[in-house]
């Protein structure tokens, strides 16, 4: 799903291997509130290794002894990687669970607190990665194109972590447009959330590969660090001075009811590049999905990273909630998952 996708900085020469080890995936959540120390859901900061996020919500569902809607969290969180992530358990009363008890050798619980409101899905400001790269051949070329990462920025592409193993969350939506009944609601979500980030990565690469970030006329641009956007008919010197300095952004549409907010040549570019996509655009607008953009860009912030030795480099840097990781690792090299790999060896095991 994201192989083929067009290269802001053109392919990478350099390769390494991502995820020899859960240690080299060290992701950390980045709340945009504090917590106000009451109330009835109790918010837990808790670090994993080697479970996934829905394993370590039914292991707090099952301590607590509350009901599996009770539990809920801010995002999913990959398996393999060491993980701290805040989940939201809602206990009416004044009992406290003693939360250190579910510690153990893959699940560690750093904060307790109480909170007066739910924790819902979405509500991160971002996360910041600590990524170690080992194996690498091309180190000089790789950290030529680091500069460029930390200048430019890479493209905002949905990662494959989104579309399922061998896209079959693609599939699974077409399914589900065609008229199959879906009746679990995450599952819903995510097979239409496959299917928008589908068209999303689609105009993104197109754009790319035919006009770079050049702007058009019609562009719907988005306010950096916001949601807002607005429609630029013409550029002029002020707007694209705006747009040198970061302070709006190209935008791609997530596909929805309504109409396209983009017009003249960007909307005709748009429309064009997912003319081959229907079923996917008229099964979007018939679940209540309403059009939204997305920036065409993604800048890393509080880029950093440390060669550790010839074959071996360490990335530190933060990503708003919605991003992906693996879109700022792809820029940068060929990268092999080894989790990827062994799960692959696993499979093949169980065939002999």
């Known amino acids: 799903m994201v192989e083929s996708l067009t290269f802001l900085h053109g392919t990478p020469s350099a390769t390494a291997n991502i995820r020899s080890e859960n240690a080299d995936f060290i992701v950390q959540e980045i709340l945009p509130f504090t917590m106000t120390g009451e109330g009835e859901h109790h918010l837990l900061y808790i670090q994993k290794n080697g479970l996934n996020t829905v394993e370590v919500a039914e292991r707090l569902s099952k301590f607590a002894k509350v009901h599996p809607r009770d539990v809920s969290y801010a995002g999913q969180k990959d398996k393999n990687a060491i993980t701290e992530q805040w989940f939201c358990v809602r206990i009416p009363g004044k009992d406290t669970p003693e939360w250190q008890s579910l510690n153990g050798e893959l699940l560690t619980v750093l904060e307790a607190t109480r909170h007066s409101k739910k924790l819902r899905v979405g509500a991160l400001s971002g996360n910041r990665f600590k990524l170690t790269l080992r194996n690498i051949s091309g180190m000089q070329a790789l950290l030529e194109r680091l500069e460029l990462v930390k200048k430019i920025g890479v493209p905002n592409y949905f990662g494959e972590q989104r579309f399922g193993h061998e896209g079959a969350n693609i599939q699974k939506a077409r399914d589900m447009f065609a008229g199959k009944k879906v009746k ?12 928008r980030s589908l068209l999303f990565n689609q105009v993104v690469a197109d754009r790319l590969a035919k006009h770079q970030l050049a702007p058009l006329a019609g562009d719907c641009v988005m306010l950096s660090g916001s949601r807002s956007f607005f429609t630029v008919e013409q550029w002029d010197t002020e707007l694209l001075e705006r747009l040198q300095q970061a302070d709006i952004q190209l935008s791609a549409p997530l596909w929805g009811e309504g109409e396209l907010v983009a017009v003249a040549d960007a909307a005709e570019f748009e429309l064009a590049a997912l003319a081959e996509f229907e079923i996917e655009r008229v099964g979007l607008t018939k679940f209540d999905l309403k059009q939204e953009r997305r920036p ?28 992906f990781a693996t879109s700022v690792l792809r820029e940068l090299a060929q990268y092999q998952d080894m989790a990827e790999v062994r799960r692959q060896a696993w499979l093949a095991s169980k065939e002999t």
């Not at 679990?184 to 097979?191: A, E, W």
């Not at 030795?309 to 990335?315: G, P, S």
């Open 296 to 323: 065409l860009l993604l800048q890393p912030e509080a880029f950093n990273w440390q060669q550790i030795d010839e074959q071996t480099l360490v990335l530190d840097f933060i990503l708003p909630a919605g991003a």
């Open 184 to 195: 679990n609601s995450n599952q819903k979500s995510m097979y239409l959330s496959a299917a």
